[in-house]
């Protein structure tokens, strides 16, 4: 069965630092990863994809992500923090063998100080 | 706009009420998901529709009770529920839900904030 571990529920930055969000999977087969951000009230928003194209995946917001077979960690970093990144983030796993139902982690929510 | 709306965006109901949740989508898509967000766990998936017919159901209690009269539209009914059913429930549509499909983006609505009293 696959699953997702996201290693941090809450990371702290200060604005204009880069952003860390650590997430490792485990899957028998290659896997579809995705992130998505929940900013408060608010439904998912998909930040970025990986299908097993390249292995360096760039989203929307300056965020990006590396897929790690070897380390099977899917980490989602950016650059420098805004203050519009603080929200809830999710890193998920497709199961392609039951029809692509997604399977969440438990989120981390990512607070930015001024 | 996710273009994935959800009605009412909150609600309060006693455990004696009979409600309804909606969500319509306005992605052309096939498939139409209801989730459960509660605080300090994962999403958990309630039912899958695809193309009007059920497709999973990850044993969720009877008293709720999911319709999908078209592909656009999705209810939840909820009668006799439990405080601890207070949670945010969100809906989501995609393209497809088809056996071995590897990928399959869901766009989300924004979801319905149920308080149980």
């Known amino acids: 069965a696959q699953s997702v571990t996201q290693l941090d529920s809450h990371v702290s930055v200060s604005e204009g630092t880069p952003v860390l969000l650590r997430c490792n999977y485990s899957?028998?087969?290659?896997?579809?990863l995705f992130w998505y951000v929940q900013h408060p009230n608010k439904g998912l928003q998909l930040l970025l994809k990986?299908?097993?194209?390249?292995?360096l995946v760039k989203g929307i917001n300056g965020f990006e992500a590396e897929f790690k077979k070897s380390e099977t960690s899917f980490h989602l970093t950016k650059p420098s923090a805004h203050m519009s990144d603080a929200a809830e983030y999710f890193c998920?796993?497709?199961?392609?063998?039951?029809?692509?139902?997604?399977?969440f982690g438990q989120g981390t929510e990512l607070s930015v100080k001024p | 706009e996710t273009g994935v709306t959800q009605t009412p965006r909150h609600l309060v109901m006693g455990m004696t009420n009979k409600k309804s949740l909606k969500c319509e989508q306005h992605?052309?898509?096939?498939?139409m998901y209801w989730y459960k967000q509660s605080a300090k766990k994962p999403l958990e998936l309630m039912f899958v529709y695809s193309l009007e017919e059920r497709v999973e159901n990850n044993s969720v209690p009877s008293r709720f009770s999911p319709e999908c009269p078209n592909s656009s539209h999705l209810f939840l009914h909820l009668h006799t529920l439990q405080p601890e059913d207070s949670a945010l429930y969100l809906c989501a549509s995609s393209q497809d839900f088809a056996s071995g499909a590897s990928y399959n983006e869901q766009f989300f609505g924004p979801g319905t904030r149920l308080t149980v009293l």
């Open positions: 992605l052309g898509h096939n498939a």
């Open positions: 899957s028998s087969y290659s896997p579809s």
């Open positions: 990986y299908t097993s194209a390249a292995t």
């Open positions: 998920v796993v497709s199961d392609e063998h039951q029809g692509g139902k997604l399977i």
